[in-house]
């Protein structure tokens, strides 16, 4: 059995383990929720002082061309793009995730209507995260031409799910519940054959789990900062379109940052040509200048070497608790194998979201989703293999003890 010396001795050879320090973590905690919020970069305190004190306080509206504010999401997005398997100028850093997946799959189904109008149907699984299907359920109702959605209940359903009617496939790359990482390339490839596009949610892969949209063949991708890209709480998303495809049709949310001639203050719109067509309305400066003290960190490693000690995190809390924990109601629901895992693991308990209050209130923070699921991130730049140990004794403890039927650990609030 893997024991806590074990666990320093990995921490000792562990080569990313110096990362670490660039990020402010509480002393006493152990943090397995960076799947949802990644921890704030030590650099992010300075730069938000220098951008609200230097740049905004003395330089004022100059800053948008001396601080370089008016091409910050074009720039960021050219470091984002590494990590997605992009190329510069094919990404932009810009508004969320629901709004930059309305204005892809609104420009998808505008393609496909051009192409094969009888095409109607958007794919996509039953367990995507709920905003991505509230977005396609609102955008078929307002579009108000016969769309409909396909919902599919597992992965091993979606090759039936895809046929001749299909316009769209939008599904996430890593799903949020249970950790199962779809095979990117092959259901892009299956989706081609039957005339679809693809659209996919990054959401739990960007600076999580290696991804190359090229490789992959993928026409559209958006995704979020603020998880394991570390840019803050509610930081701006990501949009990433097929070059083949950018320049087709315009995005519905035609804004002025949008426009190839941005300060001619034309009366008409015309989109700039490539990504920066999906750009909207006046960028949020101020947050979106934290994102880059996330890509800093990335930019002192590569997906590889991350993905390794993720494997290595999410093989040894899946090892511990199966051997701590084994003698309780736990159901691992996150893959075993490595091709189809994502960072995260999760296990079912019939009291799960009182063990997950109990855990945060020993200094374990974890997550937890309906239907009775606890969810653990594994963030490779911060997290230690002699934290996963201790995690796992507390949980242990806290179900060996029943500590979770405590009143207190009862109480639903609002964020779960």
């Known amino acids: 059995m893997t024991t806590r010396n074990d666990c320093l001795a990995l921490d000792a050879q562990d080569s990313l383990a110096p990362?670490?320090?660039?990020?402010?973590?509480?002393?006493?905690?152990?943090?397995?929720?960076?799947?949802?919020?990644?921890?704030?970069?030590?650099?992010?305190?300075?730069?938000?002082?220098?951008?609200?004190?230097?740049?905004?306080?003395?330089?004022?509206?100059?800053?948008?061309?001396?601080?370089?504010?008016?091409?910050?999401?074009?720039?960021?997005?050219?470091?984002?793009?590494?990590?997605?398997?992009?190329?510069?100028?094919?990404?932009?850093?810009?508004?969320?995730?629901?709004?930059?997946?309305?204005?892809?799959?609104?420009?998808?189904?505008?393609?496909?209507?051009?192409?094969?109008?009888?095409?109607?149907?958007?794919?996509?699984?039953?367990?995507?995260?709920?905003?991505?299907?509230?977005?396609?359920?609102?955008?078929?109702?307002?579009?108000?031409q016969g769309y409909t959605l396909r919902l599919v209940d597992s992965p091993e359903e979606l090759p039936q799910a895809i046929d001749q009617d299909t316009a769209v496939v939008m599904l996430t790359h890593v799903n949020y519940k249970t950790g199962y990482m779809h095979d990117m390339q092959a259901l892009t490839a299956l989706s081609h054959e039957c005339g679809a596009l693809a659209i996919w949610d990054l959401a739990h892969s960007a600076g999580a789990v290696p991804v190359d949209l090229h490789q992959a063949g993928a026409d559209y991708a958006i995704g979020c900062t603020y998880k394991y890209l570390n840019g803050g709480p509610g930081s701006q998303a990501f949009v990433w379109v097929s070059p083949q495809l950018c320049d087709l049709v315009p995005q519905p949310l035609s804004g002025w940052f949008g426009h190839s001639r941005q300060f001619a203050m034309e009366p008409r719109y015309e989109p700039s040509s490539g990504i920066a067509r999906y750009l909207c309305g006046t960028q949020p400066i101020t947050s979106l200048a934290m994102v880059e003290c996330g890509l800093d960190v990335f930019a002192q490693t590569d997906m590889a070497s991350l993905r390794r000690k993720s494997l290595a995190l999410?093989?040894?809390?899946?090892?511990?608790?199966?051997?701590?924990?084994?003698?309780?109601?736990?159901?691992?629901?996150?893959?075993?194998?490595?091709?189809?895992?994502?960072?995260?693991?999760?296990?079912?308990?019939?009291?799960?979201?009182?063990?997950?209050?109990?855990?945060?209130?020993?200094?374990?923070?974890?997550?937890?989703?309906?239907?009775?699921?606890?969810?653990?991130?594994?963030?490779?730049?911060?997290?230690?293999?002699?934290?996963?140990?201790?995690?796992?004794?507390?949980?242990?403890?806290?179900l060996d003890q029943k500590t979770w039927a405590q009143a207190q650990f009862q109480v639903r609030h609002s964020v779960t």
């Open 314 to 398: 999410t093989d040894l809390f899946i090892e511990l608790v199966e051997q701590r924990c084994a003698a309780h109601e736990l159901t691992l629901v996150t893959p075993r194998e490595h091709a189809r895992r994502g960072s995260h693991v999760s296990f079912e308990h019939p009291e799960g979201y009182a063990v997950i209050q109990a855990l945060i209130d020993r200094g374990v923070i974890g997550d937890y989703r309906e239907p009775r699921i606890m969810r653990f991130g594994f963030t490779p730049l911060y997290t230690t293999f002699t934290e996963v140990w201790d995690a796992v004794q507390i949980l242990g403890e806290i």
């Open 19 to 144: 990362l670490r320090q660039q990020f402010a973590l509480p002393e006493g905690v152990i943090y397995l929720d960076g799947n949802s919020l990644g921890a704030r970069p030590v650099a992010a305190l300075a730069r938000a002082q220098a951008v609200i004190a230097e740049e905004w306080g003395n330089g004022l509206i100059r800053s948008w061309n001396s601080a370089g504010w008016r091409d910050l999401s074009e720039r960021l997005g050219n470091r984002l793009a590494t990590l997605i398997g992009a190329r510069d100028g094919e990404v932009v850093v810009t508004d969320t995730t629901s709004i930059n997946l309305f204005k892809v799959l609104s420009a998808a189904l505008r393609v496909q209507a051009t192409r094969s109008p009888e095409r109607r149907v958007i794919v996509t699984e039953t367990s995507n995260f709920p905003t991505d299907l509230y977005i396609a359920e609102g955008l078929a109702d307002m579009l108000q």
